[in-house]
């Protein structure tokens, strides 16, 4: 069980909300255009990339904590351990 983080703000209890990082609608784009560039020859040096972005983006999610009384929402980083030195 994680302890709850109090808002900075009004002292309320914070909630996790994990959500996509990136707009879906702008990956759904990369991915259209990606398959789309890819159907001409030409295009999959461009499509492929595109592709490979788009999925990126819809796979990439964050995770926050937002306050249940005025919605302020911080990121949550998960910091390596072996970048602390030890
Ligand atoms: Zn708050």
Avoid at 50 to 63: F, P
Wanted: glycine share 12%; with cysteine.
């Amino acid at each position: 069980m994680v302890k709850p983080i109090v808002c900075t703000h009004c002292n309320g209890e914070m909630q996790q909300y994990s959500g996509p990082r990136y707009n879906r609608r702008a990956a759904g784009f990369f991915i259209i255009g990606g398959i789309f560039a890819t159907l001409f020859w030409i295009g999959a040096v461009l499509g492929i990339p595109l592709i490979v972005i788009g999925l990126y983006m819809l796979g990439s999610k964050r995770d926050l904590w937002v306050c249940k009384d005025c919605n302020t929402a911080l990121e949550r980083f998960n910091i390596d351990s072996q970048k602390l030195g030890k």
